[in-house]
């Protein structure tokens, strides 16, 4: 993909931790080649996105976590335009997917620099697009009750202060329909269009963001013992290999139980149903992503050519502007 001149960037402005302020000053600092588009909220975010998408923007750069990337996929589902993302959140769990750098703003960038697109999976839940994952029960939970304060302040730790908090609980049983009419019940469902969750962790690992199918982990124990199985089962190489988690893969499923049960996606809080149903987007996402080395399809002159930056002019940052 060749860029536009200035491509438009979404982010979050209220970026308090280190981190965060360094990431503002990088992207003020590439004015020449961005615009930049302040959001308070994610629906703000999801908006503009929208609002890109339906102008014909070749590329929509999402700056933040997880939460903004979310937003800013449900803006462009359906549309022609490709994702980009600058990985400035807390997990990142999906620019490690794609295989983003995420130390290292400048190699991010060079990465939407060089521009190449792929077409990956795109899965809804209830008709919320999610690109990652999906979860129903203790994990959304979790979500639920970890404020946007403690986030902010503690990071990943406030998740873990969260969960330490939901183990005393007994949720509801719920049900799993597959679209094959396999059926399975259990009290926490986890379903993933890639590999990873909750940042480094391969809980998924047959899952491929291209193959129209979503993993699903079904699991039949609550509370400590679910903790000690995903524990063992990251030991054993996979937390679908204990007694107590089901695995299975398929095209579309639904969630059923008798009472409302908590929902997340990406990482945020959906909300409460007594019935999900996931199933594919109608179109796929187009991300912009590190093309995987083919020295044979490349050869040397293009292996060469996709190192290349293309250039950007240094230039005053100008405030950044609001919708």
């Known amino acids: 993909m060749t860029l536009p001149h200035r491509s438009p960037l979404i982010f979050n402005p209220k970026a308090r931790s280190q981190r965060g302020r360094r990431a503002l000053r990088f992207v003020q600092a590439k004015n020449a080649c961005v615009e930049l588009f302040a959001t308070t909220h ?26 903004t990337v979310n937003a800013v996929v449900r803006g462009l589902a359906g549309s022609n335009t490709a994702l980009a993302i ?22 991010a960038f060079a990465v939407i620099e060089r521009g190449f697109v792929r077409e990956i999976d795109l ?20 979500i639920e009750r970890t404020t946007w304060q403690a986030k902010k302040s503690l990071g ?13 609980e007994h949720p509801p049983p719920i049900e799993v329909v597959c679209a094959d009419g396999r059926r399975e019940s259990g009290v926490a469902v986890l379903a993933g269009n890639g590999t990873l969750y909750g940042g480094p962790f391969k809980f998924f690992r047959k899952a491929d963001n291209q193959d129209s199918m979503l993993d699903v982990l079904i699991y039949k124990d609550a509370g400590y013992r679910l903790v000690l199985d995903l524990l063992r089962g990251l030991a054993a190489g996979g937390v679908d290999r204990v ?40 179109t796929r996402l187009r991300v912009i992503a590190p093309e995987l080395p083919d020295a044979r399809r490349l050869g040397l002159a293009g292996a060469l050519k996709n190192l290349l930056h293309w250039p950007c002019r240094a230039a005053a940052p100008p405030a950044p502007r609001t919708p």
């Not at 994610?42 to 590329?59: H, I, K, N, T, W």
């Not at 899965?123 to 979790?142: K, L």
């Not at 007694?243 to 990406?266: G, M, N």
């Open 42 to 67: 994610e629906d703000e975010a999801r908006l503009l996105a929208q609002r890109f998408a339906a102008a014909g923007a070749p590329v929509v750069i999402a700056a933040g976590g997880d939460g």
């Open 86 to 107: 600058l990985p400035t959140g807390t997990m990142n769990v999906f620019a490690r997917e794609l295989r983003i750098p995420l130390d290292d703003l400048a190699a």
């Open 123 to 142: 899965f809804e839940a209830n008709q919320v697009p999610f690109v990652q994952m999906a979860g129903i029960g203790f994990d959304a939970t979790v």
């Open 156 to 168: 990943p730790l406030a998740y873990l202060l969260a969960a330490v908090k939901v183990l005393g």
């Open 243 to 282: 007694s107590s988690a089901c695995y299975l893969q398929t095209a579309a499923f639904v969630v059923r139980a008798d009472t409302e049960v908590p929902v997340e996606v990406d990482g945020e809080w959906l909300g409460r149903f007594r019935e999900v149903h996931f199933a594919e987007a109608s």
